[in-house]
């Protein structure tokens, strides 16, 4: 399992003694910790993300890829990151995070009419089509 490597480094890193110790951190419940180690269950991209908050990572794609490739192996399929992950090795992090960035934070004259008395939304979504 990729995505074990992740939960093995984290509880390693916090000096997690179990996994119910990682569980809390994470927000679940031991059994699915379980689940997650013996692919019968899988990291939502939530759990993912939380994992690369805890290990430090400044990029959390590697955790959500392995997560996605783990799903797709016990599927039998194959996971559209191993198609995608070579041609992506030359791209920064940085970059990709800015695109992503982009479609989803909005400009000030987006935000701006949300408000009302100072008070709005915590987040807007722009969709574009």
Not at 17 to 27: H, R
Not at 78 to 93: D, K, N, Q
């Amino acid at each position: 399992m990729r995505s074990a490597r992740y939960l093995d480094q984290l509880r390693q890193t916090k000096g997690f003694t179990n996994d119910t110790e990682l569980a809390d951190f994470l927000g679940v419940k031991q059994n699915t910790i379980s689940q997650y180690r013996h692919a019968k269950g899988f990291m939502s991209n939530e759990v993912c993300l939380k994992v690369a908050a805890g290990l430090d990572m400044d990029n959390p794609m590697p955790v959500i890829m392995a997560a996605d490739m783990d799903r797709a192996e016990k599927t039998g399929q194959r996971s559209l990151w191993e198609v995608f992950l070579p041609r992506m090795a030359g791209i920064s992090a940085a970059l990709i995070l800015g695109v992503v960035a982009n479609f989803v934070t909005p400009s000030p004259a987006h935000a701006a009419p949300m408000l009302k008395n100072g008070v709005g939304p915590l987040y807007y979504v722009k969709f574009i089509a």
